[in-house]
């Protein structure tokens, strides 16, 4: 397999098209992970990420001990997002088209200062757009993006779509972000975000924001996005940290 791709998503977008096209029936078992790493020439973590990028989607189920297992022969209309991690919130931004139509070079106003808590105005680059299905290129969500920490040498570019997307994506590193602080709210779509969704006016929505810390604490970035309800489930696993004897 060779592409710009990740090889995982490769992999799993491969896998996906196969059980839509019927070459992995519905309740059919798909090749285990050692199984996948002798056909396709991948590591073992590749066929891992593989197997969940399509677990993700909704067309198979995942039981240890028992494989993977197709449970659907068609795209789910909604999407699960599974995490347990910000390196899982992380993919699940890569793992999706993000179609910019707006982008700017602005600096908070008193309103912004106040509700992120700043003490004094700062620039950031303003991105905003349409998140699609790498598979199938539906809508998922609205986003836009303050980006507070840029390279001030590279601004000229950053106002350039393709190489704010990349100086984003290279800020987005687990490397560079200690903590994400989320926030979940139920809304309605408005008339120009339905229009930009292809949904109906008024109807259910997800807003969620993000706020996104390096591992100094300093803000970095901050996220909006708005979902139709129809196209998003959110499912979180806490596990306990620690045992305590009381």
């Known amino acids: 397999m060779h592409s710009k791709q990740a090889k995982y998503i490769e992999l799993g977008e491969l896998l996906l098209q196969q059980i839509l096209q019927g070459h992995y029936p519905l309740g059919s078992l798909l090749p285990t992970e050692k199984e996948l790493c002798a056909q396709h020439g ?4 590749t066929a891992r990420e ?46 999706t088209r993000f179609n910019i139509d707006v982008c700017q070079l602005l600096s908070t106003d008193k309103d912004e200062m106040a ?13 905003a757009g349409i998140r699609s299905e790498v598979h199938d290129k539906k809508p ?17 570019q950053s106002l350039d779509k393709k190489a704010a997307l990349r100086q984003m994506m290279h800020l987005l590193s687990s490397a560079n972000i200690g903590r994400v602080e ?65």
């Open 182 to 246: 989320q926030e979940f709210t139920a809304c309605l779509l408005t008339c120009e975000m339905a229009t930009k969704l292809n949904d109906r006016a008024q109807s259910a929505a997800m807003k969620v924001v993000r706020k996104y810390y390096s591992k100094q604490g300093e803000l970095v970035l901050l996220a909006e996005s708005i979902y139709p309800a129809h196209r998003y489930r959110y499912i979180n696993v806490l596990t306990p940290s620690s045992t305590k004897k009381l």
């Open 42 to 45: 991948i590591s073992r973590h």
């Open 115 to 127: 509700r992120l808590k700043l003490l004094s105005p700062m620039n950031y680059i303003y991105l």
């Open 140 to 156: 998922i969500c609205y986003s836009s993006i303050q980006q507070f920490r840029y390279h001030p040498e590279v601004l000229a």
């Open 50 to 95: 593989g197997l969940r990028y399509i677990e993700r989607i909704g067309v198979v189920e995942r039981r240890q001990g028992a494989g993977t297992r197709v449970i659907r022969s068609s795209l789910p209309e909604q999407i699960n997002q599974f995490t347990q991690s910000v390196q899982e919130l992380l993919e699940f931004g890569q793992q």
